[in-house]
Structures are given as C-alpha cells and as structure tokens.
C-alpha cells in the first residue's frame, strides 16, 4: 500500500473500527503458476493475528494452495469523487484537479486452510454470530436443521489468515487547507452517494474529533 504521511492510519482502534463496519474483504493469493486471484468474503477480525473466514470448496482460487502461503485481505471503505471546484483556493490559485477520496485496510500474512469439521462449524458460527447481531432479530446456527446444516459445512473450507502486517489508509484531502477540506465536507454531506456522505463525516470527525455525525 502507498502511504504518506497525510494519509497513513496509525489509530489501531479506528482501523479495528473501519473493518468491522465494512465486514468483508477481498482475500487475494497467487496460485502455483503465479497468476493472481481473489474472492469477495464476508471476515471477522478483531484487531489480532487471527482473520476468520470460509469458502467453497468449488472454489478455484484455494485448489493446489500450499498452506502459509502468502494472502493479503484487502477491505475497501467509503470512497467519493472530489470536485476540484469544490475549494475554495481554486478560485485564487486554480491549483486544483479531481481526486478520489477513500479508506481502505490491507491485511498481510500466511493463508491457513481448515477441513476438521469442528474448527470449520466453529469459524462460521462465529461469522454469522458476528455479522448477525447488526440486525434484528438475531441468528445462530441453532436455528437451523442439523442436516440441513451439516451438508452446507460439507461443501465449504475454513479460512485463517494469520496476520503479520496491518497497512491502513485514509486519503482524505489532508494535504489541503482546514478551509478547503471543510468546503469538501460541505459539498459531500450534499451528496447522494451513501459513500460520500460516509467521507464527509470520515472528514469531519478529523477536523473535529469531538464532535460526533
């Protein structure tokens, strides 16, 4: 990941935060004959050295990986369009062109797969636990048929990325001015886009950390 030092995240909390309010990741590994592939999964992290996840045993991507093979967990947060007009130095400079603001986490280290049925029923009732108590009401794997169930474990691998690097970025119009960087938030609150107004108040809360959106 490219960093500078206008957009490096270096707030374990808030990056903890961040994976957990977007859920899912792109698990990226190159194969035995180096071609690149990823898939979309749903995770848990917690901020340690353990990322939880499972896939399909269909899939190709994880046929013929040896295991600690290299993986990286990519999780995209908001991103939006920034209007160089939006400033209000462009007006005297003209120093301005568009850019795209986002947050995003990269998670680095060794891909561990998992076919013992008790580690795999574990992972994934700790996945749908997680990501079930955003809504109501709340569901567990004991609410489905044993059978049922027991088929579906079947057809899926458990996935442990043991996590050895921890890269987060938040390019969010920190090489502007506060006034600049404040016209921006104006202008993305404004916006349609549910990523946009998700920037804004990523802005907001640094010029302001006190306050709340």
Request: aromatic share 6%.
């Amino acid at each position: 990941m490219y960093l500078t030092p206008f957009t490096t995240m270096t707030d374990h909390d808030e990056i903890v935060a961040l994976v957990e309010s977007v859920g899912v990741a792109q698990l990226v590994t190159s194969g035995p004959d180096g071609t690149p592939r990823a898939s979309l999964l749903p995770i848990l992290w917690d901020g340690g050295d353990r990322l939880l996840a499972h896939v399909s045993r269909a899939n190709p991507q994880f046929h013929d990986l040896a295991d600690a093979t290299p993986a990286l967990a990519v999780v995209t947060g908001p991103d939006a369009y920034i209007h160089p007009a939006w400033y209000p130095s462009t007006a005297t400079s003209g120093r301005a062109v568009p850019t795209w603001n986002y947050l995003a986490v990269h998670l680095g280290g060794t891909l561990h797969l998992h076919d013992d049925p008790r580690w795999v029923r574990d992972a994934v009732a700790r996945l749908s636990e997680h990501h079930a108590r955003r809504h109501q009401p709340g569901w567990s794997l004991d609410g489905a048929p044993s059978a049922y169930l027991d088929g579906l474990l079947r057809g899926i691998l458990g996935v442990e990325l043991r996590v050895t690097s921890v890269e987060a970025k938040a390019k969010l119009s920190g090489n502007r001015t506060e006034a600049d960087r404040r016209a921006v938030v104006e202008a993305l609150a404004g916006e349609d886009a549910a990523g946009a107004r998700a920037v804004s108040d990523a802005m907001a809360r640094r010029l302001d950390p006190t306050a709340t959106t």
